[in-house]
């Protein structure tokens, strides 16, 4: 069972363009959602996380939105450029000692055409 | 480099073979995890160390599969008798213990791939 479920699979937008990635949870639990950046070859690096006392965080071009009633956040780029081309993944954790275990999205592989 | 390290970055072994990946994390971290990420999907959780405990393992963690972290500080994650269905990415990541409420968070290295062929 997935425990976050994430969309669109792909996304194909030209550089200056705001990708929108969206995610959902169902296990209220959760109070940790981060999204990681993965290029090929390489392990996910950390991008942005929000906690769910939040309705939107922002660092630099990249914006994490967050609905609690609905269970849903979504991660937005900004002026989106070649070099985000990546697969993005969407993640939850709960607190406490179980704030290591990461259930991670399917991802979503951007790619931002010059 | 301080960063999470994992070697071998590559392993190809015949179904059968047993197979040992190591992991050294960021120094001053005392929390250790595993995952496994195969082509197209995100990494799935397999273990996790609290210094040497291992304190949480998924159903994921088939008896085949062993990880170990003896001295609290490098860990090593067994697969024996590997199968055509343990290829695959293996992460490690480290935090320290108060990872994200203290403004920490959770490393990953460039992982391990594994073919079994």
């Known amino acids: 069972q997935q425990q976050v479920k994430q969309s669109p699979q792909s996304l194909i937008v030209q550089k200056g363009g705001i990708p929108i990635i969206n995610c959902a949870y169902e296990?209220?639990?959760?109070?940790?959602f981060p999204w990681y950046q993965q290029f090929p070859g390489k392990g996910p690096a950390l991008l942005i996380a929000i906690r769910p006392d939040v309705s939107e965080k922002k660092e630099g071009r990249f914006t994490i939105s967050f609905n609690k009633s609905a269970k849903q956040f979504s991660l937005h780029i900004m002026d989106s450029q070649p070099g985000d081309s990546a697969t993005y993944f969407c993640?939850?954790?709960?607190?406490?000692?179980?704030?290591?275990?990461?259930?991670f999205g399917r991802g979503t592989q951007l790619t931002v055409w010059p | 480099d301080t960063g999470v390290s994992q070697d071998p970055r590559h392993k190809i072994t015949k179904r059968g073979q047993n197979v040992t990946f190591r992991c050294d994390p960021i120094?001053?971290?005392?929390?250790l995890y595993w995952y496994r990420q195969t082509l197209g999907q995100g990494p799935e959780f397999l273990t996790y160390?609290?210094?040497?405990?291992?304190?949480?393992k998924s159903r994921l963690l088939s008896d085949r599969f062993s990880a170990e972290r003896p001295k609290g500080s490098f860990s090593t994650l067994e697969i024996q008798r590997t199968e055509q269905g343990d290829s695959a990415m293996y992460l490690c990541?480290?935090?320290?213990?108060?990872?994200?409420?203290?403004?920490?968070?959770?490393?990953f290295g460039e992982g391990s791939w594994l073919t079994v062929v």
């Open positions: 993640a939850a954790s709960r607190g406490g000692s179980t704030l290591g275990r990461l259930y």
């Open positions: 120094s001053e971290h005392n929390r």
């Open positions: 160390f609290q210094n040497e405990a291992q304190l949480e």
């Open positions: 990541a480290s935090s320290p213990e108060r990872a994200v409420y203290s403004g920490n968070t959770i490393y």
């Open positions: 296990n209220t639990a959760f109070d940790y």
